[in-house]
């Protein structure tokens, strides 16, 4: 089986969100929506292959063989749940000798997503990797906006523009002056216009730094962007929080699937060719459908709360399911809900 066909699947599950109203929630900066894009492994082995693994050798001379993908969710920086838009697989390409990489899958990801939802007003946020111009022109060449973050030692040149502008009065600040009960304050910078490096000075970019500060003013975290959404006062703390939010992906979405129950990592067949793909798409659909009900369904919601973590809730359905015949998913989520299902038999 093509995985590609599996894929379209996320469209459909998207458009009845749409439908119904779901998506409102997620509106990001107005009418737009933010999407995080990053990679993850879910497979690797040192002697279970297919002819679309990446291949690693070490420098003791053995190989491993793994699969990769990238994924793309739909987030915003008030809500813990994500919907997932499409799955890129990192796999070697037909004809090709070399192994795939994120940077190409992330390129067919954006074009995946284009086709499905044209209409669609995404700001994309990704880690430090992304902020390079060959990525920026595919994200305006869809027209899509960025945040994209940039840290000091992959961007020299755009800190020192940045040192700059503050010495000519061009960096504007906002600081917050209390975030939580100890005191601490956030501090947050911004520049207009500044290269993105040496190599590319036609491509101006917006800078945006924050840091947290402990009541003494000592720094706990700092975090920065490059972005070519607007910046105002106005602006930039929402901008800023999109930027923080990217986490989401990994924690909310690749940490979910391989520690809460998911088991992304397993190996639950390999197969010749695709299989490994399909079932890894098989997977990210069903953690859609879970998202949408912690989104819409009250009863879910309830459940999930009970029992406090998915892993819990996965063993309960799993275990009912084993010991009961129910004439819906609804009936088992309400025998759960009133611990019906701890006897022996179903009370009348």
């Known amino acids: ?45 040192s002697n279970v292959r297919c002819e679309n693994c990446l291949e690693k050798k070490s420098k003791d001379g053995s190989t491993r063989y793994a699969h990769q993908a990238v994924v793309a969710a739909m987030i915003h920086p008030k809500l813990s749940v994500v919907i997932p838009l499409a799955v890129e697989p990192i796999v070697k390409q037909d004809g090709e000798t070399k192994n795939d990489c994120e940077r190409n899958a992330t390129k067919r990801l954006l ?36 945040i994209l973050g940039a840290k000091p030692g992959d961007h020299s040149h755009l800190f020192e523009q940045v040192v700059d502008a503050g010495d000519q009065s061009r960096l504007h600040v906002i600081r917050t002056a209390r975030i939580d009960k100890k005191g601490s304050r956030s ?32 720094i706990k975290s700092m975090f920065s962007w490059v972005t070519d959404l607007r910046v105002t006062a106005e602006t930039v703390l929402e901008i800023a929080r999109g930027g923080r939010c990217r986490w989401r992906i990994e924690n909310e979405t ?29 997977m990210m659909l069903a953690f859609l459908v879970d998202q949408v009900q912690q989104a819409c369904c009250p009863l879910f919601q309830a459940v999930l709360a009970k029992l406090k973590s998915r892993r819990s809730l996965w063993h309960r359905l799993r275990s009912a399911i084993e010991s009961f015949v129910f004439q819906s998913y609804q009936a088992i989520l309400e025998a759960i809900l009133t611990d019906r299902c701890r006897y022996r038999t179903l009370p009348p």
């Open 1 to 45: 089986m093509e995985a590609d066909a599996l894929n379209e699947a996320f469209a459909d599950v998207f458009a009845e969100l749409q439908r119904g109203g779901v998506l409102e929630q997620f509106r990001f900066l107005g009418d737009g929506y933010l999407v995080a894009i990053d990679g993850t492994g879910y497979f690797s082995s």
């Open 111 to 146: 074009k995946r997503i284009k086709k499905q939802h044209p209409m669609l007003k995404l700001t994309i946020t990704e880690d430090g990797l992304s902020s390079n111009a060959p990525h920026i022109a595919d994200c305006k060449e869809h027209g899509y906006h960025f």
């Open 187 to 218: 501090e947050t910078q911004w520049a207009k216009q500044v290269p993105l490096n040496k190599s590319n000075p036609d491509l101006l970019v917006n800078y945006i730094g924050q840091s947290d500060l402990t009541a003494d003013g000592d």
């Open 254 to 282: 690749f940490n979910t699937l391989k520690n809460q129950g998911y088991h992304f990592e397993h190996n639950y067949g390999h197969g010749k060719k695709n299989l490994s793909t399909v079932l890894l798409i098989l």
